[in-house]
């Protein structure tokens, strides 16, 4: 194999030029004095790092931003600056912590207005700096400094409020006028896209930041916030004069709940926004509340007040304050508005939220505006906008979607992509309407599941769930982090908001621990489930998916994955277990929970479960020994899980509230707590689960399709006990193997069709290569990941993929690029900008001449380095097979050396996953095939296509675009005539006959070659 010639990256080694490299450290030194005015430790501290961490940018150019010198100068100045000042911060060095703030009030802002960059681009580039400048932060200020760091928080902090200002913009555009209209009925010139200049329009939003610096300081959820700006809204209309009200009182879209004396203003919100009227009466509260201490205007009875802005509103329960919104007051208001912001900013400040009510700051970026700050942020294009979920808004490859059950919330027909705040709004209908009507202890039915083991373990169960919810949702650690404001029901708030969702989440896993339970049983035909209901690593991986799924309704901003597994003490491996299982068990779950939950499991299959410190590697020393060694060598083990009583003392736990335990079964339930994989010493049974038995995601499309295709002749038997049972105990499903192996084989197995559903996409793209380097890429891909595993280790699996692809289009003599293939990449889901650019490598101590020790290096010198000497005879095996088989023609041979493993062939995967959006007719819609997407955008293929959600034409209604796809589906016939959904004599086709001949068409599929298609050229 030959390497890859360096010269298909730019670069630009600063350090070779020592003159540059001292204007480099000049520049830098007089931005934090003169700049920046830094006090003495900061400045000394950014001058180390900034020196430490300067070559890592040197090397490949190209991996920053646009390439420019210039450019990653900028950027590596502010993360330096970023970074010393959140660790100086957290330190508890109270002395630097004022000294940093009261001295220069040093803010994000400030550093990027000084370094000439944008959020969007900072946060984009941001996580590559984290993983190359780790070690040197890690000595610098201990090993957690990623915590302190708070990188990711802040990202989701910047992508929530632009949610919340575009929202707010769109309100406030479609309720008042911009300006004065004098009460004329004629329009005034305002334009979609204009300036707001209005000071109630800044009213607005400084009084919702006041609301979120004082009253919602630590609950930053976006679910609460919406709830808060929603009470500014309301204010807004009681308050402002009604001539600049854009919309009248009687439009149904926005007020639609009245009675004999007016509009019922909260109920109506509450309906518009599908959230409950007792929350938002408790957030009016603290917006009232808000009012009178800092603006100091005296609350009264609305109904008591006369006031041409409450003429037909129903005023009973609601606060009026007189001249709040005159020209006098207002002024004074704004001022006191923006000094009690400015003051909150300078005590503890990162993001002046101010910026976003700002369209025209440069801070912000190009984004913004048009609502795809998340697609920006990860540097990837997104048919929908995935700010709306925690997790990506696109179907898991790997788990089509099922028809929503009958009554869920899911189930409802949407014919356009939900906005974020009402995608957010709606999930959190669900957990209010669905879940918290629950009681919060085990049903009667779980109870009697829990007392039919060998012992009860009902109090087990309940004491368990409440010390790790205890730990997830603290109540007294919320109140550790500095306080800006000075309301005294601050504390108060916390405290309910942890508890809320402590109970949100325990009602959820009670709720899922039942349906498995029930499945388990009828199966097995027995209701003794010891074996699953005293393992503590189930449980906890029950609670942590629970609460997880809380976190993501509410869209936190202080809690983001993989918080919940640090808090639980398990890891990725043990969670991806039980993920499809809860999916399965809970068929009312909304469906942007279920794809937070699929997007999650693909996150934790393709690089978390190989990430140090993963109980994987604990499995794979039993079930593959020859690893041992490699695993041991880089300290990949993970830690024992702490005990239930270790997490009850850290967490400071009073035993009064909890239920007690008889010393024995507390003896027992210890002992299996502090092992590797910790389970009850119980042997496993014979039986097989229903929670494991498909080996699939969440979707019967998907079960059909393997049946179909015979993916696999038969599913894996293990039952969900041994998943978690000590790797070294017999498998159930009998063959000598133990529970680590059968595990290892299942994960892998998951493993190869995540890869499958990636390397089809990649072919797709890379249209001029023959469909045979799709079966010889996913070939060699196994074979890897079989013989050759130790190259996953700390690392991310497309990083294996693309070099897979490289590889085989090296050996098979294609014209193919990493260039191109990077290009390419770039187009995909999945693709995040480190995958390709910052590559784990532990050089050994014995190089001469060269970098050695652990480094992240990019794809090509990975390649070049470690993969190429580790996989060449499996490329040569690969391609010695090829030409055995043009040289027999198709005979008898295999292709495939003696000793090794045999390898699946390509499965047979969806063109597409039908979603039925009719209860009543068979109209189904998929996703857009990928290859497609080129030849839709082309200019010259437009006329082939008609979509629904875009116009044909320009300016068109899209009734007329139905009418223009009906047209193109009956043109050859004389009568111009519509598809007939509703006729009386329309045969109706069954779900699963549409879903099986989709599938069946799959297997056989043919692109067809009517319309152009867009070339595309590589990035120069």
């Known amino acids: 194999m030959e390497d890859i010639s360096s010269s298909t990256a730019v670069s630009i080694d600063l350090q070779s030029d020592g003159g540059q490299n001292d204007a480099i450290e000049v520049r830098f030194m007089a931005l934090c004095k003169s700049a920046l005015s830094l006090e003495e430790n900061a400045y000394a501290q950014a001058i180390k790092i900034f020196k430490e961490t300067k070559y890592l940018t040197s090397s490949n150019t190209s991996a920053v931003g646009s390439g420019t ?229 005296q609350p009264q009875v609305a109904s008591e007040c006369e006031s041409e802005s409450l003429i037909d509103i129903d005023t009973e329960g609601l606060i009026y304050y007189k001249g709040l919104m005159e020209e006098s007051c207002l002024k004074t208001s704004l001022n006191t508005l923006e000094k009690d912001y400015n003051e909150a900013l300078h005590q503890n400040g990162d993001l002046d939220e101010r910026i976003f009510i700002d369209e025209d700051d440069s801070l912000l970026g190009s984004g913004i505006a048009s609502g795809s700050t998340s697609d920006n942020l990860t540097g990837t294009k997104r048919k929908f906008d995935p700010i709306s979920s925690p997790a990506r808004m696109m179907t898991s490859p790997l788990s089509p979607f099922r028809s929503p059950p009958p009554g869920s919330l899911s189930g409802a027909v949407s014919r356009m992509a939900p906005t974020p705040v009402t995608a957010a709004m709606t999930t959190a209908k669900w957990l209010r309407t669905v879940v918290s009507p629950l009681v919060p202890n085990p049903s009667p039915k779980l109870g009697r599941f829990l007392a039919s083991c060998d012992r009860d373990v009902t109090n087990e169960v309940v004491r368990r769930a409440l010390i790790i919810l205890e730990a997830i949702f603290p109540s007294s650690a919320l109140g550790e982090r500095c306080l800006t404001g000075n309301l005294q029901t601050t504390n108060l708030m916390d405290n309910i908001w942890a508890e809320q969702r402590r109970l949100e989440a325990l009602k959820l896993y009670y709720r899922v621990l039942e349906a498995m339970c029930t499945a388990e049983a009828q199966i097995l035909h027995v209701a003794n489930l010891t074996s699953l209901l005293t393992n503590e690593r189930f449980h906890r991986c029950m609670l942590a998916c629970s609460a997880e799924l809380v976190l993501a309704t509410h869209k936190t901003v202080t809690m983001l994955f993989p918080a919940v597994l640090e808090r639980t003490g398990i890891t990725a491996f043990d969670l991806s277990k039980v993920i499809e299982g809860f999916v399965r068990h809970e068929d009312s779950l909304p469906r942007e929970l279920r794809r937070h939950l699929n997007s999650l499991e693909e996150r934790l299959l393709e690089s978390m479960v190989w990430e140090k410190g993963s109980s994987l590697y604990n499995s794979l020393t039993v079930a593959r020994p020859g690893l041992s060694a490699e695993i041991s060598r880089l300290g990949l083990l993970a830690e024992p899980m702490p005990s239930l009583d270790a997490i009850a003392i850290h967490m400071n736990l009073s035993s009064a509230g909890l239920p007690p335990i008889p010393p024995s079964q507390k003896h027992e339930s210890s002992a299996g707590q502090n092992g590797d994989i910790m389970s009850p010493k119980r042997p496993c049974t014979e039986y097989r689960s229903v929670l494991v038995e498909r080996n699939s995601f969440t979707s019967p499309v998907k079960d059909r399709l393997l049946a179909l295709t015979n993916l696999k002749s038969k599913l894996p038997p293990p039952a969900l006990q041994s998943a978690f049972a000590s790797p070294t105990r017999p498998s159930p499903g009998g063959g000598g193997e133990t529970c680590a192996e059968t595990g290892i084989d299942i994960f892998f197995g998951k493993i190869n069709k995540l890869a499958a559903v990636r390397v089809n996409g990649m072919i797709e793209r890379l249209q001029q290569l023959q469909q045979h380097i799709r079966e010889d890429v996913y070939s060699l891909f196994q074979q890897v990941l079989i013989q050759r595993t130790s190259l996953f280790f700390n690392r991310h699996i497309d990083q294996i993929l693309l070099c897979c692809l490289y590889g085989i289009a090296k050996i098979s003599k294609v014209e193919l690029t990493f260039r191109e293939i990077i290009y390419n990449y770039r187009k995909q889901p999945q693709c995040k900008p480190h995958v390709f650019r910052s590559v784990y490598v532990d050089r050994p101590t014995t190089r001469h001449n060269a970098r050695t020790g652990r480094d992240h290096v990019d794809i090509i010198a990975f390649y070049n380095e470690i993969f190429v000497p580790a996989a060449k005879p499996l490329l040569a095996e690969i391609s010695s097979a090829g030409t055995s088989t043009k ?134």
């Not at 970074?83 to 550093?111: A, F, M, P, Y």
């Not at 010259?940 to 116009?951: D, F, L, N």
């Open 69 to 297: 010198p210039e450019e990653i100068e900028r950027f590596l100045s502010a993360f330096v600056l970023y970074s010393v000042k959140r660790l100086l911060e957290s330190t508890g060095d109270k002395e630097h912590r004022e000294q940093l703030s009261h001295d220069n009030g040093l803010t994000l802002c400030r550093i990027l207005r000084s370094v000439k960059l944008n959020f969007l681009d900072f946060f984009k580039e941001l996580p590559q700096f984290v993983v190359k400048a780790g070690p040197v932060l890690c000595n610098l200020y201990g090993a957690d400094w990623e915590k302190r760091l708070e990188a990711k928080e802040s990202q989701a902090n910047f992508v929530n409020l632009s949610t919340l200002s575009r929202h707010y913009k769109r309100a406030y555009q479609e309720l008042f006028w911009a300006n004065d209209t004098s009460g004329g009925d004629k329009e005034p010139p305002v334009s979609s896209t204009m300036s707001f200049s209005s000071d109630f329009y800044r009213f607005g939003w400084l009084l919702f930041l006041s609301l979120r610096v004082h009253a919602l300081s630590h609950v930053k959820d976006l679910v609460t916030s919406i709830n808060g700006l929603i009470s500014v809204l309301a204010i807004l209309i009681m308050h402002l004069p009604v001539q600049f009200r854009k919309l009248s009182l009687k439009d149904e879209g926005w007020f639609a709940k009245r009675g004999e004396k007016g509009v019922h203003l909260l109920a109506s919100l509450c309906q518009k926004y599908d959230t409950s009227e007792d929350v938002l009466k408790q957030m009016m509260e603290k917006t009232n509340s808000l009012i009178a201490e800092i603006l100091k205007v």
């Open 887 to 1020: 040289a027999d023609q198709g005979g008898g041979k295999s292709g495939q050396c003696p000793a090794s493993p045999k390898v699946s062939p390509f499965p047979s995967l969806p063109d597409m996953s039908p979603k039925k959006i009719s209860a009543v007719h068979n109209v189904y819609v998929s996703p857009l095939r990928t290859s497609k997407v080129d030849a839709l955008v082309s200019h010259a293929s437009k006329s082939y296509y008609a979509c629904v959600g875009e116009s044909t034409h320009a300016y068109q209604s899209p009734s007329k675009d139905l009418a223009a796809i009906n047209n193109r589906l009956n043109g050859n016939r004389k009568a111009k005539m519509s598809l007939a959904f509703d006729g009386a004599d329309v045969g109706l086709v069954s779900d699963s006959i549409v879903a099986n001949s989709l599938n069946l068409q799959n297997g056989n599929h043919t692109t067809s070659t009517g319309a152009p298609l867009k070339t595309e050229q590589p990035e120069s």
